[in-house]
C-alpha cells in the first residue's frame, strides 16, 4: 500500500510538470470586463450615488414609516411623522450654572425639550474655518457656564452662546459676556436638536465650581476610540434610539429641505457622515430618463435613450467605480412608473462593438448627456428603439449584459492518451467562473467509463478522492443524487444489475457493453412470480427501506446483511432462483446471499399472503425498463439530470423532471456530461459559493457553455458541495466544501 501512495504521489508531481509544461495562454475571446468593472460586479452591482457633502449631523424627517437596517445587524421601523438626527457626537445632558437665575433656567430648559425652535443668544465671532470656530468654543467652554454652539450659516461657522426664549434673557447675557471681556450681539436663531448633541471626545460644558471628571480608560475604550467613528440616532428627544457604524433606510423621508424616496444609507467617513443612495443600473437610469424627459414622451424614445444611458454608466462605473459622484445634481425624489418601466423593459441591454463595450469606439458614450435632438421625432414617426440606436449608433449591437462573457483557457494537459484536462477561467456579469473539465476521447479504447458506488455498497458515503484511488482509475467526477447516508436517489445499475430504481423518469447516462455512451430518460417497474401463484407481484423499489404496503428487493450490492427487522415487516429469501425461507424475528439482521437477494415485505401489503409454504419455491424477478436494457445491451447506468442538451439545442428539463427549485434556480457548483458530435465525452465541473473566485453557474448557462463546447447532448449530475474533479487521487477544481459522496463517474485505464 505504501508503495502504490508512493507512486500515485510521484505521478500527481509527473502530473504538475506536464501541466506546466503543457500551459496554453489565450488571449481573452472578448474584452468586456476590465478590472474597474470586475470590482462593481463584485461587490454585488451596487451603485453609491453621494448626494450631499459630508456633514457632521443630518436632520430627517420621516414622511412614511423608514425601515432602518444597522451594520450591527439590528432592524427596526421608525414611525412617520417624526424628526430624526444622525450624529457622531453622542447626546450629553448640559449643566447650567448654580448663578443662572430661576428664569433664565426655566427658559433654557423649555428651548431644551423642543427638537427646533427659534431662540435668542448672543454671537460672538464668526469664521470661514471650521476649525478656527471649534477652537474658540472650547476656549469659551473654559471659561463659561452657558451653552455655547458653532452654527453653519452659509459659508461662515458663527460661535452663539445661550440659547434663550426671550430677547431680555440674552440681552443679560450680552452684558455678563461684556465683563468677562467678550464682545458680541444679540441675535435670533434656529435651536435643533442637533444643536444639543456634543462629542464626548471634545471638551465638556461644565459648572465652574465642579472638577473636571478623570476617566479611566480601559482596553475596551481605547479599542473602541481606535474603531470606525460610530453614528448615533436619536429621537426628536434627544434620546438615543441606536448606534452603528452604518445605517441603510428605505422609505420617504425629507432631508436638507428635499424629498427623498428609496434606498439609502449613511456611513462614516472620518469624522463626518456621508449621504448616499443605494440603487443599481436599472434605477439610475430610470432617474435619468426622468430628470431628461416628460413623462408623455414616446416609449419608444425612452426604451432607446435608457440603452443609452445604462451603456454610459456601464462606462462610469468602469472608470470611476460604483460611487458614481457626478450624479447628485438627479431628483431622486419618487421615482415616476412610467421612467421605472422603460428602464426595467431594457433591463441588462447595453450597446456592443467588437466584442466590447461600444463605448471604447465611440467616445460620445463616455459621458451622460442630454438626449439627441432627434430622438422623439424618431419615435413619433415610427422607429422602434432597435432602429433608433441603429440610426444614431449604426456600428453598435444591442446585447444583454447576462449574455457577455470574457473567457481564457488557462491551461491544457494532457493526462493520458485520449483523456485532456483543460480550466476555462471566465468573468461575466454575474461574476467570475472556474470551469474544469477532462475531455475524454471515447475512441480511446485502452478507457472505460463507468459508474461507482462509495464503499462498494449502497449506504455508503466516501471522499471522490478515495473513490478513485480505490478503484485504481485515472479520473473522476461525482455521480448521481444520494441520500445523507449514501443510498442513491436515482438510478445506478452496475454489470447489468439494478442497485437503485430510477426517479421521476430523470435523464440518465447509458454505457452499453461496446463502452458507447448516451443519455435517456429511464423508467423502470420491477415484479416477481412464485410457482403455483398466478400473478405477477410487483418490487416498489431496490436496496431502500420499504414502506409498510411494499416489497423491496435487496441484493449484494446492499451489502452482507439486512437492516435489522421490525414487527411489521417480514423477509423472503431467496438463492439461485429458490426461497431459502422466510425470516419472521423482530431485530434480526437477515443475511443477503451473494448469488441471490432477500425481499422485504411490508404486512399491509396484500398482493402477497403471508404464508409457510413458500420455502424451495422457484421465483424468477423481472425488471423492465423503458427503454429497453436488454435490446440496448446497456451494461452500466447512472441517473442525474436534468438533461440540458437534446441534438444540439439547450433543453432543460427541470420541471418535467421533478426537481426541487434548489437544484434548478439560481448559480450553485454544478458538475455535468455532454456528448460531442466527434465522440468526445466532457466531464466538467463549474465552481461555485465563492464570490471572488468563481459565482457558480445556473442550468442553462451550463447548457449555453456545453453547447460552446461542441456537445450536442448533455446531462447535469449532483452539484452543490458534491461538485468534484479528481485526478489520480488529486482534487482539481475548487469544491465549496469537503464533502463525502454516495457515488462517482470514473475513468479506468486497462492493462
Known sequence: MQKSNRFNSIL????????????????????YFNSGLQDFVQSDRDILVPLTTAQPTYELYSATPITLRSSTGAELILPAGKIYYLSQQEPETRITAENNSAE???????????????????QVMASSAADTAADYKSKLAAQLNYPIKVKQEAD???????????????????QDLAQHGFSGWVRQYTLTQIDKIENKNKEPILNKQQPPAIIDWTAADIADSLAEQPIFLTAADGSRIIKANSFELTGDFELKNKNYSGDFEFASLADRIIFNLQSNLTEITAYLLQHYFNPGAPKQALLAQAIIYRSSLIYQLETSGSQLENLAQLDFSRLSPVFRKAAQDTANLVLVNDESFYYNTNYSLKTIKKPRAGLIPLAQADYNYQEILAYYYERAQVTSLNELVDSEIKFTANITNGLQLKEIRQFSWAGPRVITVIDYDLTAKQLKLKPVLAQGVVPGREDLSDIIKNNAALAGVNGGYFHYNGRPLGLIYLNKTLVSEPLYNRTSLLINQQGELSFANVSWTGSFTIDQLAKNINLAGINRAPAADEI?????????????????????????????????SP???????????VLRVGKKQVELPETTLLRNKEISINNKFQPDFD???????V????????????????????????????????TALGLTADNHLLMLTIDGRQNELSVGMTLAEVAQLLQKLGAVEAMNLDGGGSARMVIRGFTVNNPSEKRLIGNGVIVNQEG
Open 12 to 31: 500527481f508531481y509527473i502530473l504538475l510538470i506536464i501541466l506546466l509544461l503543457s500551459t496554453i495562454s489565450q488571449t481573452s475571446l472578448a474584452e
Open 552 to 584: 423491496v428487493l435487496f441484493n449484494a450490492y446492499y451489502g452482507s446483511h439486512m437492516p435489522p427487522l421490525t414487527a411489521d415487516y417480514y423477509d423472503i429469501v431467496v438463492n439461485d432462483g429458490k426461497i431459502l425461507g422466510v425470516e419472521r
Open 631 to 637: 435490446q440496448l445491451k446497456i451494461l452500466h447506468a
Open 587 to 597: 431485530g434480526t439482521a437477515t443475511p443477503i446471499p451473494p448469488a441471490g437477494c
Open 156 to 174: 461662515l461657522y458663527k460661535v452663539l452662546v445661550g440659547d434663550f426664549t426671550d430677547r431680555p434673557a440674552a440681552d443679560k447675557l450680552q
Open 104 to 122: 433664565q433656567k426655566s427658559s433654557h430648559d423649555s428651548a431644551a425639550s423642543q427638537a427646533i425652535k427659534k431662540v435668542w443668544g448672543v
Open 639 to 670: 441517473g442525474g439530470g436534468p438533461r440540458l442538451l437534446k441534438a444540439g439545442k439547450i433543453e432543460i428539463t427541470g420541471q418535467k423532471e421533478s426537481f426541487r427549485s434548489d437544484i434548478l434556480a439560481g448559480r450553485a457548483p454544478r
